[in-house]
């Protein structure tokens, strides 16, 4: 007997529990409390660290310093595919565009070895001996003045098919700016180099490939003359 009366005050007790915990939850959802104290938002050091592009391209692929960094570039590069790059905030609007550089002046003073090493940033997608294979992107043996989109053997996208033209000294500088920007819809995932110098180096680079590169655009300072 004393035995039914102690497992029923048991059961009671424990669904009297239960009910006032079900209660609380209930409420919790039905009204909102503030609590004093706690933020909507999470501070900014609890957030994750934003991916720094430019060095990761610039010391590449030494440019990850923490475990999943790759992994966020990836998935930026994947989010950004035919996208062009975003304006830089900031500007003033209705503000004169800077002159173009002196393409002519950058690749007379260009370092073809700085530029090589500046390849490094291209070689986990192209190839650059002659006869090499295609990876990612096309072989980039003798590009400088070749046909856009003619590399034998590669699937190029229809908007870089449809981009025409050659790969002149000109275009592979504005092209090498931003990818995206250039060539809407390209597969290239590269984000592009912004120091103009760094590309005039890659360029002189490039155009010691092979025997079809056309001669050096001259300074405009001696083209006036």
């Known amino acids: ?30 009204y909102n409390r503030v609590r004093p104290g706690e933020l909507a938002y999470k501070p900014m050091e609890d957030m994750p660290p934003r991916v720094d592009m430019a060095s990761i ?6 440019g990850f310093s923490e475990a999943g960094e790759g992994s966020r570039v990836i998935a930026y590069h994947r989010d950004m595919r035919g996208k062009a790059p975003v304006a830089v905030a900031g500007s003033a609007a209705g503000a004169a565009p800077a002159p173009p550089p002196d393409l002519g002046a950058l690749l007379a003073s260009a ?7 500046k ?7 192209h190839d650059f001996s002659q006869g090499g294979p295609n990876r990612i992107g096309p072989n980039l043996w003798g590009v ?10 590669f699937a190029y996208s229809s908007a870089m098919q449809a981009h025409r033209g050659s790969w002149s000294y000109e275009n592979l500088f504005a092209f090498l700016a931003a990818p995206a920007r250039e060539v ?6 590269f984000a592009g ?14 155009a010691t490939l092979g025997t079809g590169a056309p001669p050096l655009p001259q300074p405009k300072a001696i083209a006036a003359r």
């Open 193 to 206: 180099l912004r120091n103009p110098a760094d590309r005039a180096a890659l360029i002189k680079y490039l």
């Open 119 to 125: 390849v490094q940033l291209c070689m986990s997608c």
């Open 1 to 30: 007997m004393h035995r039914m009366v102690g497992m029923t005050v048991a059961l009671c007790v424990a669904g009297a529990s239960v009910t006032a915990l079900g209660l609380g939850w209930f409420s919790d959802k039905l």
């Open 57 to 62: 391209q610039r010391d590449w692929p030494a």
């Open 144 to 153: 400088v003045g070749r046909p856009v989109a003619s590399h034998a053997g």
């Open 184 to 189: 809407p819809g390209t597969k290239m995932t």
């Open 111 to 117: 370092d073809a070895g700085a530029g090589k090493q």
